[in-house]
């Protein structure tokens, strides 16, 4: 009997030198549900999202705007994309690439068709997509009516 107490009082302190050893030191991740701590936000709007196709070329200002955790993102490339319809960019392109101001804001100018380059009202689709280090993609649409003027 006093061979078994003896393993087992040497098993106990080997249990108790080896568990000494292990520690957590992990963090709580918290709630996948939120909040976040990191929080991007990406808006896109056109001004104004219905133009009027006339002797001149309509124009209209597409803006994105990229904060994180409620501040301006300086210097973020947004990539801009005719994706369907009439017109172009300011820059004779269906695609370009604009870099974020002091406020945020990425930047860029559509021009849509004249009365003569089109037969019916029209509609031209517009995508903004931001620049990331990962595979995901972020990304919004904006859609800018062109009625025909007579």
Known sequence: MTRHRLILS???VLLAVW?????????????????????LT??????????LAAAKRP???IRAVVAQNG???VGQTVYFTLLSGPGEFGDFTRRTAVT??????????????TKFEID???EATIEARLETSTPDAILKQ???RILLSQ
């Open 59 to 61: 124009v209209s200002i």
């Open 142 to 144: 904006v859609t800018i």
């Open 120 to 122: 019916a009202d029209a």
């Open 42 to 51: 990406f808006q896109l709007d056109a001004r104004p999202n219905l133009v």
């Open 100 to 113: 974020t101001n002091a406020d945020g804001v990425a930047a860029v100018m559509f021009i849509g068709p």
């Open 10 to 12: 040497a098993g106990l």
């Open 19 to 39: 568990t000494a050893g292990c520690q957590r030191i992990g963090t709580d991740e918290g709630s996948p549900l939120g909040p976040s701590t990191f929080a």
């Open 71 to 73: 501040n301006p993102v």
